[in-house]
C-alpha cells in the first residue's frame, strides 16, 4: 500500500505550482459544469517608449469577468485613464458576450470609482484589513 499524500508549506509559489492546483480544481469544475473557458486577459497601458505605466488584467470563467487587477502609474492619475481602461474591459465584455463583471476593492481604494462606473456592491468582508472592509462590485451586462 502506498503512503498517503504529504503537505508542504512552500511560501511565494512558483508559477508551475498554482497552475498544478488550478488545472485539478479546474478539471473538476469542467466535470461538474462544462464550459468554464478559463481564459486571462489583459488590457496595458504603454507610454511612448513602449513601457507598461498602468493596466487592467483579470480572467473570464464561464460568462463573466473577473477584474483582478487594474492601475496608473502615480504621475499619470487624475487623467481619466482609469475609466479609460475599465470602459475598453467593458466594451470587450459586451462584445464578447459576457454576462458581467466583478472585482473587490478596499474601501480605502476606490470604491466610489467603481460605483460611478455602474457598478453596484454585492458583499463586503468587515474589518478587512482591521478597521476598514473589503467591498465586492458586481456590474451585469445583459
Wanted: net charge negative; aromatic share 14%; proline share 5%.
Amino acid at each position: 500500500m502506498s503512503a498517503p499524500p504529504r503537505i508542504e508549506f512552500i511560501d511565494e509559489p512558483a508559477p508551475e505550482h498554482i497552475e498544478a492546483v488550478v488545472g485539478i480544481l479546474g478539471a473538476a469544475a469542467e466535470q461538474q459544469h462544462p464550459g468554464g473557458n478559463y481564459r486571462d486577459y489583459g488590457f496595458l497601458l504603454r507610454d511612448e517608449a513602449g513601457e507598461i505605466v498602468g493596466g487592467l488584467t483579470g480572467y473570464i470563467l464561464y460568462d463573466w469577468m473577473f477584474v483582478q487587477f487594474i492601475s496608473v502609474a502615480q504621475e499619470l492619475r487624475g487623467q481619466g485613464l482609469g475609466e479609460k481602461l475599465m470602459a475598453e474591459a467593458e466594451a470587450w465584455a459586451r462584445g464578447q458576450g459576457l454576462a458581467g463583471m466583478w472585482l473587490d476593492t478596499f474601501a480605502f481604494q476606490a470604491p466610489e470609482f467603481y460605483r460611478k462606473l455602474g457598478f453596484s456592491e454585492f458583499g463586503t468582508i468587515e474589518d478587512h484589513p482591521v478597521g476598514s472592509r473589503r467591498i465586492f462590485f458586481q456590474k451585469r451586462l445583459r
